[in-house]
């Protein structure tokens, strides 16, 4: 059972260059999202999707896209790097609105660093 | 502004010791309160909250919300080095939003 998948686990940008972080689950799971994690921050929600077609902004959305055209994945795009994007990104999944459970699912997570 | 507060930031105790860790917070539209722990990697799940003054437990583990004082605590009892990681509050507020804490780093000495 591979739960949530991220790719890639590292990977190093230059200013103004593009990429997509890939999220992948195999659970079945509606409810999906994306978090950054800087130091002494905790994790701060960038997009989230309640289910396929549905996406809607978190707490820190500017630079950051998203879609969800199937159930299973979830992609991050930022369209164009900057260095405060340089962080690590975590992908998280839930069986149910997460005000039902209260329990995510996430990622190994994903370190990015925009030169 | 909504936001969740954790203290201590770090922490550092033997084995044995119990362990109490805050969180407090100030948001809109509160729903639930989560706790989770992050060791090298992913968080995982450990509780979540709705209504105050009922504990939730797990093993050595035990939680608590006061929702008029707007804060959680958890207890950690006779601490082991496997409960060394970072331990994270959140809050669930209307809309499937979660607002992190910063976390409170537990180091469990042998």
């Known amino acids: 059972n591979a739960g949530v998948t991220q790719t890639p686990k590292f990977q190093v940008l230059k200013t103004g260059q593009s990429m997509t972080l890939q999220c992948a689950q195999d659970?079945?799971?509606?409810?999906m999202s994306w978090y950054r994690q800087d130091p002494g921050m905790g994790l701060r929600l960038i997009h989230y999707?309640?289910?396929?077609?549905?996406?809607d902004q978190g707490e820190v959305p500017n630079g950051y896209n998203v879609s969800r055209s199937t159930t299973e994945d979830f992609p991050l795009r930022l369209l164009s790097a900057a260095p405060s994007q340089t962080s690590v990104y975590f992908c998280?999944?839930?069986?149910?609105?997460?005000?039902?459970?209260?329990?995510?699912?996430f990622g190994e997570g994903s370190r990015l660093t925009v030169l | 502004e909504d936001k969740v507060v954790q203290s201590p930031l770090s922490l550092v105790v033997h084995e044995g010791d119990t362990v109490t860790l805050n969180c407090s917070y100030e948001?809109?539209?509160?729903?639930?309160l989560l706790w989770y722990k992050q060791e090298k990697k992913a968080p995982t799940f450990l509780f979540m909250l709705?209504?105050?003054?009922i504990e939730k437990k797990s093993g050595r583990l035990s939680s608590i919300l006061d929702k008029k004082e707007l804060f959680s605590i958890l207890n950690i009892t006779a601490t082991q080095t496997g409960d060394s990681a970072v331990y994270l509050c959140?809050?669930?507020?209307?809309?499937?939003?979660?607002?992190f804490g910063g976390g409170t780093r537990l180091m469990v000495k042998p």
């Open positions: 998280a999944s839930s069986h149910d609105r997460v005000t039902n459970t209260g329990e995510l699912f």
């Open positions: 659970m079945n799971h509606e409810y």
């Open positions: 999707s309640v289910g396929a077609g549905i996406t």
């Open positions: 948001v809109t539209n509160f729903r639930s």
């Open positions: 709705t209504s105050s003054g």
């Open positions: 959140a809050v669930i507020r209307a809309g499937n939003m979660l607002t």
